[in-house]
């Protein structure tokens, strides 16, 4: 059966913000959820992930994914220092990658990222966005194969980038499920502003309030079988500065009516 995770994205140090991870695992416990996925800049800001991994465990919840691991022109080495730890204290099962550089250029840093973290205990979640060099689901398949990366890796389906993007409904129907790693779930009134990049960070709505046909994307889904994880990353400017026991509650109520029957 397919679960729910709650994601800590919205409120990331990433955004030069404060960012209480503890805080946002209660929240998430209380509105429902059993899994949490943290980001690494909130990790690196909170300073003790295995004090962090107590807290979570306390919560009554799981680690399932930390974000994110970029493949690109910067060096590697400090990004892969600071997931080991994460991953080998909280034990996802997933760090989400993006990768913005060509598969060729990519397939030795995926090669190492995936070495590194799969010794910690995780598997890499190539994750495309429309505006990346991986902008596509072929995209970012071929960086897993280019780096033969087999089961090491998995692509991570998000429906704000899907939408956005240039995949059809042709291109998921003929997605094989072993290659997805999971879904996260979002919503957004389309046509999304310009840049994109921006308004992937703050114009997100709940699931339902925009304008996705999430319907067709779980009933697609669940055609092929899939009963993963469900990372529900609403990314947005007004939910951000808000309460969080009210978002983190949104989250999972919006999220639900999709999948009935997931926790």
Same mark, same amino acid.
């Given at each position: 059966?397919?679960?729910?995770?709650?994601?800590?994205?919205?409120?990331?140090?990433?955004?030069?913000?404060?960012?209480?991870?503890?805080?946002?695992?209660?929240?998430?416990?209380?509105?429902?959820?059993?899994?949490?996925?943290?980001?690494?800049?909130?990790?690196?800001?909170?300073?003790?992930?295995?004090?962090?991994?107590?807290?979570?465990?306390?919560?009554?919840?799981?680690?399932?994914?930390?974000?994110?691991?970029?493949?690109?022109?910067?060096?590697?080495?400090?990004?892969? &220092?600071? !997931?080991?730890?994460?991953?080998?204290?909280?034990?996802?099962?997933?760090? !989400?990658?993006?990768?913005?550089?060509?598969? &060729?250029?990519?397939?030795?840093?995926?090669?190492?990222?995936?070495?590194?973290?799969?010794?910690?205990?995780?598997?890499?979640?190539?994750?495309?966005?429309?505006?990346?060099?991986?902008?596509?689901?072929?995209?970012?398949?071929?960086?897993?194969?280019?780096?033969?990366?087999?089961?090491?890796?998995?692509?991570?389906?998000?429906?704000?980038?899907?939408?956005?993007?240039?995949?059809?409904?042709?291109?998921?129907?003929?997605?094989?499920?072993?290659?997805?790693?999971?879904?996260?779930?979002?919503?957004?009134?389309?046509?999304?502003?310009?840049?994109?990049?921006?308004?992937?960070?703050?114009?997100?709505?709940?699931?339902?309030?925009?304008?996705?046909?999430?319907?067709?994307?779980?009933?697609?889904?669940? &055609?092929?079988?899939?009963?993963?994880?469900?990372?529900?990353?609403?990314?947005?400017?007004?939910?951000?500065?808000?309460?969080?026991?009210?978002?983190?509650?949104?989250?999972?109520?919006?999220?639900?009516?999709?999948?009935?029957?997931?926790?």
């Amino acid at each position: 059966m397919a679960e729910l995770c709650f994601n800590t994205m919205n409120h990331s140090a990433w955004f030069g913000i404060r960012s209480d991870l503890e805080a946002q695992a209660r929240a998430a416990a209380a509105a429902g959820f059993r899994w949490f996925g943290p980001d690494v800049f909130s990790i690196e800001q909170h300073g003790d992930p295995e004090r962090l991994a107590a807290h979570i465990e306390a919560a009554g919840l799981r680690c399932f994914e930390v974000a994110a691991l970029t493949i690109d022109a910067s060096p590697l080495d400090a990004q892969l &220092d600071a !997931l080991e730890r994460a991953v080998r204290a909280l034990r996802p099962s997933w760090v !989400l990658t993006n990768v913005d550089v060509p598969p &060729d250029v990519a397939a030795e840093p995926l090669r190492r990222a995936a070495d590194r973290l799969g010794e910690a205990g995780a598997r890499l979640a190539i994750e495309f966005l429309p505006f990346t060099a991986a902008r596509s689901i072929g995209d970012a398949l071929e960086a897993i194969d280019r780096a033969g990366l087999g089961d090491r890796a998995g692509m991570l389906l998000d429906t704000w980038h899907f939408f956005n993007g240039p995949d059809d409904w042709r291109d998921l129907e003929e997605l094989p499920l072993e290659r997805i790693a999971y879904l996260q779930l979002d919503d957004h009134v389309m046509p999304a502003a310009e840049p994109l990049h921006e308004s992937t960070v703050h114009d997100r709505v709940m699931p339902g309030e925009g304008s996705f046909d999430l319907p067709r994307v779980a009933a697609t889904l669940r &055609d092929k079988g899939f009963d993963g994880m469900i990372s529900v990353e609403i990314l947005s400017r007004s939910w951000r500065e808000g309460d969080l026991d009210a978002f983190a509650r949104a989250c999972h109520e919006s999220s639900a009516r999709f999948w009935p029957g997931a926790s």
